[in-house]
């Protein structure tokens, strides 16, 4: 695990028990897993199939809490509003870049529906997603501008 920075992270798996630990946010995407360094030290490789979803984490207090798992409105934050339906058939909502160059290769990475909870950024890998939609798009750069030429409203009583 190269570098110093790292990230609290809880890795939720299929059928077996989460793992909190902290992950290199540049190099913890590997080409057979992610590496997961424990707290007790030790730097493990889970790989892609096993993991259900990555939370990147303010503390470790509440692992399992639950989280809200969809928008209760519109988000507000720019980006591709997303649903993703999982193996198991959970879904998760969150809203990802609107830019093709930020999603990474091995999966996807949002930042989920409450932006007040213990998670503020969630990685799924590939693996892990049976369908992805697009619910929206928030914030788009295709928004009309007004014309420069464009007349303001006249009088309504002019002489």
Same mark, same amino acid.
Do not use: C
């Given at each position: 695990?190269a570098?110093?920075?790292?990230?609290k &992270?809880?890795i939720?798996?299929?059928?077996?028990?989460?793992?909190?630990?902290?992950?290199? !946010?540049?190099?913890f $995407?590997?080409?057979?897993?992610?590496?997961?360094?424990s707290?007790?030290? %030790?730097?493990?490789? =889970?790989?892609y199939p096993? =993991?259900?979803? =990555?939370?990147?984490?303010?503390?470790f +207090? @509440? !692992?399992?809490?639950a989280?809200?798992?969809?928008? $209760?409105?519109? !988000?507000?934050?720019?980006?591709?509003?997303?649903? $993703?339906?999982?193996?198991d058939g959970d879904?998760i909502?969150?809203?990802?870049? %609107? %830019?093709?160059?930020?999603?990474? @290769?091995y999966?996807?990475?949002?930042?989920? !529906? +409450?932006?007040?909870?213990?998670? @503020?950024?969630?990685?799924?890998?590939r693996?892990?997603?049976?369908?992805?939609?697009? $619910?929206?798009?928030?914030?788009?750069?295709?928004?009309?501008? &007004?014309? &420069?030429? &464009?007349?303001?409203?006249?009088?309504?009583?002019?002489?």
């Open positions: 695990m570098g110093s920075t790292t990230k &992270a809880i939720r798996r299929y059928d077996r028990e989460p793992l909190a630990g902290y992950v290199n !946010p540049v190099s $995407l590997q080409p057979v897993g992610v590496e997961l360094l707290a007790d030290g %030790n730097l493990a490789s =889970i790989p096993e =993991i259900k979803s =990555i939370a990147f984490v303010r503390d +207090d @509440h !692992p399992d809490r989280e809200r798992s969809t928008f $209760l409105t519109r !988000p507000k934050m720019e980006g591709l509003w997303v649903r $993703l339906q999982f193996r879904v909502e969150g809203v990802m870049p %609107n %830019n093709l160059l930020q999603i990474e @290769h999966g996807f990475s949002f930042v989920p !529906p +409450d932006s007040f909870s213990n998670q @503020h950024r969630v990685f799924v890998p693996e892990s997603v049976k369908a992805v939609e697009v $619910l929206g798009v928030v914030g788009s750069p295709l928004k009309r501008k &007004a014309k &420069a030429g &464009a007349k303001e409203q006249g009088e309504l009583f002019s002489e």
